[in-house]
């Protein structure tokens, strides 16, 4: 029998029930646990799944600045060839 590296409880899994990697709740006080160890069964806090989300959201809001900043300079650019060919009409 394993325990929680949490809260240090009992937690009652067969180790022929479940793989590495699988992710487990303990009964005691709820952490997503994941099973890294089959022989003896061990676990480890799992990551939160919206921690993981929030760093996916980071990584699309800096690829976004990067973006935002070439249609800037595109923008700019149309402006000075329209105001560059209006003073060559004069």
Same mark, same amino acid.
């Given at each position: 029998?394993?325990?929680?590296?949490?809260?240090?409880? +009992?937690?009652?899994?067969? *180790?022929? +029930?479940? +793989?590495? $990697?699988? &992710?487990?709740?303990?009964?005691?006080? $709820?952490? /997503? &646990?994941?099973?890294? /160890?089959?022989?003896?069964? *061990?676990?480890?806090?799992?990551?939160?799944?919206?921690?993981?989300?929030?760093?996916?959201?980071?990584?699309?809001?800096?690829?976004?600045?990067?973006?935002? #900043?070439?249609?800037? +300079?595109?923008? #700019?650019? #149309?402006?000075?060839?329209?105001? $560059?060919? $209006?003073?060559?009409?004069?």
């Amino acid at each position: 029998m394993a325990t929680c590296p949490e809260c240090d409880s +009992d937690v009652d899994v067969d *180790e022929y +029930d479940v +793989d590495k $990697g699988d &992710l487990i709740s303990c009964p005691e006080c $709820g952490t /997503n &646990l994941e099973v890294v /160890n089959l022989s003896p069964l *061990e676990f480890e806090a799992a990551p939160d799944e919206d921690d993981e989300d929030e760093d996916d959201d980071d990584e699309v809001e800096e690829d976004d600045d990067v973006d935002d #900043d070439d249609d800037d +300079d595109d923008e #700019d650019e #149309d402006e000075d060839e329209e105001t $560059g060919s $209006g003073d060559w009409d004069e």
